[in-house]
Nanobody, 123 residues
Framework: VRLVESGGGLVQTGGSLRLSCAAS????????MGWYRQAPGKQRELVAS???????NYADSVKGRFTVSRDSGNAAWHLQMDNLKPDDTATYLC??????????????????WGQGTLVTVSP
């Protein structure tokens, strides 16, 4: 199973972007779908996540501005980012947590990562 991201780019302060992440196969093995970000010189941080049941979680810094969603079947999930700020500039990576009982369907992995996509917010 591979995760393929799309979206990202350059936007002005106050603008919007939408990121998407698609699982190449066996999405039924995914338990939690998330988005992380890492800015230069900073640690990777969780931005938002959504469970297979639809429960969401957000970092305090993005609450009210970002929305995470998923397609039925969990084959793809998205991060709608509104009212972007320069502090949101980072490489964004999608993440999938695999159900331990189904790890064989994910190459034995309990966690998968996308390739990352750069989001740049200009002042």
């Amino acid at each position: 199973v591979r995760l393929v991201e799309s979206g990202g780019g350059l936007v002005q302060t106050g603008g919007s972007l939408r990121l998407s992440c698609a699982a190449s196969a066996n999405s039924f093995a995914i338990n939690v779908m998330g988005w992380y970000r890492q800015a230069p010189g900073k640690q990777r941080e969780l931005v938002a996540s959504i469970t297979r049941g639809g429960n969401t979680n957000y970092a305090d810094s993005v609450k009210g501005r970002f929305t995470v969603s998923r397609d039925s079947g969990n084959a793809a999930w998205h991060l709608q980012m509104d009212n972007l700020k320069p502090d949101d500039t980072a490489t964004y990576l999608c993440n999938a947590e695999i159900l331990p009982s189904l790890r064989n369907f994910a190459g034995g992995n309990l966690e998968l990562w996308g390739q990352g996509t750069l989001v740049t917010v200009s002042p």
